[in-house]
């Protein structure tokens, strides 16, 4: 058994790596970036060592410098994490040459699988099932075309090298087909460096279960499924085990596809078998097809933990000691069911569009695992995925399990930056998915409802009007002394871009009206709290005239100086980013006629592409930035010259 392991990530998988090895008693080794230098896995690690600046180019996809910091500080043996280099097998090469462990599979192993093409014609030849399809070297536009006519639409374009829902596209339409393939070669390019596709057959009503295995480069064993089927964008939201509505015969058709999968390529250590299945009926056994081989741990691995009580890491670490499997397939057991739903920095109001800040305050009830990188006074990045944490939960029943994720979120507190917890928190009560109907389609049907936004109770904007008035503290003296009437005291909130003005009367010391629209509340002191109209004070966060205010769903009010009440007035005729990106494509020219709808530039984000388009028929009269440019939230990229009146 190794003494000291170098993690290769960060966030919240290296601290998970961490965790696991200090319960071992081995001494760990963190790698840091510029950007990561204060972060959570360079504090808990024992040692730590910087390999270079804020992109990932330029520090986690350093390999040379990974392995030296390996060298330099006695570790025996890699850990890569998932995402950066935990599927590049030039980088197990590179660490085994160098005399070092990679905790994972074999560079073959990786090659074997990491091409989705050649994956899937050794997956025939292994005698599992998978999806028709295009798998073919060609990738000229004619002959890819020509494949999706004869599979028939609808039609799944896949980066042959990729993952996470990057360089994907769904075409229902033919006439839609040139536009989308640019779009996934451009998008697979950026991602994995390579843009070739492959074409597959849509299945309707597709859910998405994957098969957790575990090999030691002979044999393999299965831990079960997990069902992913709650999906936005090809991206999972919120992931369960065991699957719902499975059968043992299934499981154990697809347990024993999983098996033999692994041991086609002589796998070693943890994987999953990521499988699409036809969710249009009762499951069936022959209703399931092999989609790709994750070569690494995934993201929802805790889930597979929770009903199963083994610790994956722990696993990785002992076989890749050359330890046996722990566990043979008759001693492995499903134990209830778990849920894990994934927190991210995103706004749900502007399509999902991943956000970053400074994280005033980050908490989650008792009875809950969060998986975390970060802490409160911690930075989102706009170099990084801005996942915050995974929020995972296991009771006896897939009901009790539900009914405690819907508590964890609505109890989990984040200030800040915005977050997708209500989002999170209304998928969780979703009826379909509580009576156990998923398809990777249930949130796009009904993402209006999903990402509807509760509005501010007026007990919420009491509570804000009074923590903006400093009068959420115990009552002095003299609150609420007035001479010849009761004492009234105003502030003006904004919420959600609407001004409000609250008034606070003063009835006593500890005892206040708060007259907000047509709504009063009552505050009241009693036994050493403030109570409004009978209810405990909300908990909140207030920073900077930032006030959070903690409920089911958290409510950002901003206290409006009344010296800067200046309105801004937006012209429409500006085009913004919406997110901090690089300006991958730009045709948008000065002079350009354009119209709405149009497409003028591309932004990327976490590796993910975004449109910009023109909000109305116009001209171009500027074009603010260059292509290749970095820019911030809210940086001027475009101007339209202004209409006529």
Same mark, same amino acid.
């Given at each position: 058994?190794?003494?000291?392991?170098?993690? =290769?990530?960060? &966030?919240?998988?290296?601290?998970?790596?961490?965790? /696991? *090895?200090?319960?071992? #008693?081995?001494?760990?080794?963190?790698?840091?970036?510029? =950007?990561?230098? &204060?972060?959570?896995?360079?504090?808990?690690?024992? /040692? *730590?060592?910087?390999? #270079?600046?804020?992109?990932?180019?330029?520090?986690?996809?350093?390999?040379?410098?990974?392995i030296a910091a390996a060298r330099a500080t006695g570790a025996q043996a890699v850990h890569p994490g998932y995402g950066f280099l935990s599927e590049n097998p030039d980088f197990v090469e590179a660490v085994e040459a160098a005399g070092l462990t990679f905790i994972g599979p074999s560079a073959k192993a990786i090659r074997a699988m990491g091409l989705k093409d050649a994956a899937k014609a050794l997956m025939v030849e292994a005698g599992v099932p998978v999806v028709p399809g295009y798998h073919g070297a060609d990738q000229s536009d004619p002959v890819l075309t020509q494949a999706a006519e004869e599979i028939g639409y609808p039609v799944l374009i896949k980066a042959v090298a990729g993952g996470g829902g990057k360089g994907m596209r769904l075409v229902e339409d033919p006439k839609d087909f040139a536009d989308a393939l640019a779009s996934a070669r451009g998008e697979a390019k950026t991602a994995f460096g390579n843009p070739d596709v492959l074409i597959e057959k849509f299945v309707t009503n597709p859910r998405h279960i994957e098969v957790q295995v575990f090999g030691d480069g002979e044999r393999a064993v299965h831990l079960f499924e997990r069902d992913c089927s709650l999906q936005r964008r090809h991206q999972k939201v919120i992931e369960e085990a065991p699957a719902p509505g499975m059968t043992g015969a299934m499981r154990a058709a697809m347990g024993e596809a999983a098996v033999k999968a692994a041991e086609a390529i002589g796998y070693k250590g943890a994987g999953t078998i990521e499988f699409i299945v036809d969710g249009s009926g009762p499951l069936r056994?022959?209703?399931?097809?092999?989609?790709?081989?994750?070569?690494?741990?995934?993201?929802?691995?805790?889930?597979?933990e929770a009903i199963t009580g083994v610790d994956l890491v722990e696993w990785q670490i002992r076989v890749a000691a050359a330890e046996p499997i722990p566990l043979s397939q008759e001693d492995l057991t499903i134990t209830g069911h778990a849920?894990?739903?994934?927190?991210?920095?995103?706004?749900?109001?502007?399509?999902?569009?991943?956000?970053?800040?400074?994280?005033?305050?980050?908490?989650?009830?008792?009875?809950?695992?969060?998986d975390t990188g970060v802490r409160a006074g911690d930075v989102i990045s706009p170099h990084y995925d801005p996942m915050i944490s995974k929020v995972i939960v296991h009771g006896a029943t897939r009901e009790i399990a539900l009914r405690q994720l819907t508590r964890a979120l609505r109890q989990t507190q984040v200030a800040g930056t915005v977050t997708n917890l209500a989002f999170l928190a209304a998928l969780s009560e979703h009826e379909g998915f509580r009576r156990g109907e998923v398809d990777t389609g249930l949130i796009g049907r009904d993402i209006e409802a999903l990402a509807a936004v509760a509005p501010a109770r007026p007990a919420e904007v009491a509570a804000a009007a009074m923590v903006a008035l400093g009068l959420d503290r115990a009552p002095g003296r003299f609150d609420g002394f007035s001479l010849w009437s009761p004492l009234v005291r105003k502030v003006a909130l904004r919420h959600r871009g609407e001004e409000t003005e609250v008034?606070?009367?003063?009835?006593?010391?500890?005892?206040?009206?708060?007259?907000?629209?047509?709504?009063?509340?009552a505050a009241l002191w009693q036994g050493g709290a403030w109570r409004l109209d009978g209810g405990a004070f909300p908990a909140h966060h207030a920073e900077g005239g930032r006030i959070t205010v903690f409920g089911g769903v958290a409510q950002v009010f901003e206290a409006i100086d009344p010296l800067e009440r200046a309105a801004e007035a937006g012209s429409g005729d500006l085009i913004e980013a919406p997110m901090p990106g690089l300006v991958k494509v730009l045709t948008a020219k000065a002079g350009q006629t354009v119209s709405v709808g149009q497409r003028l530039a591309v932004l990327e984000a976490m590796k993910m592409e975004h449109g910009l388009t023109a909000p109305r028929d116009g001209v171009v009269a500027e074009v603010l930035v260059t292509e290749g440019a970095q820019v911030e939230a809210g940086a001027p990229l475009i101007r339209l010259e202004g209409e006529e009146a």
């Open positions: 058994m190794f003494d000291t392991i170098l993690i =290769a990530n960060r &966030g919240e998988i290296a601290c998970r790596v961490i965790r /696991t *090895a200090r319960a071992m #008693g081995l001494r760990t080794v963190a790698v840091y970036s510029d =950007a990561d230098a &204060g972060a959570m896995h360079v504090q808990m690690a024992d /040692t *730590a060592v910087h390999i #270079g600046g804020a992109a990932p180019s330029e520090s986690y996809l350093r390999g040379d410098a990974i056994t022959d209703g399931f097809w092999f989609m790709e081989m994750n070569t690494r741990l995934q993201v929802e691995h805790p889930v597979t849920f894990e739903a994934r927190l991210y920095a995103e706004d749900v109001e502007k399509g999902f569009l991943p956000a970053t800040g400074r994280l005033g305050a980050l908490s989650f009830p008792d009875g809950v695992r969060a008034a606070l009367v003063m009835r006593g010391r500890g005892d206040a009206l708060i007259r907000t629209g047509e709504a009063e509340v």
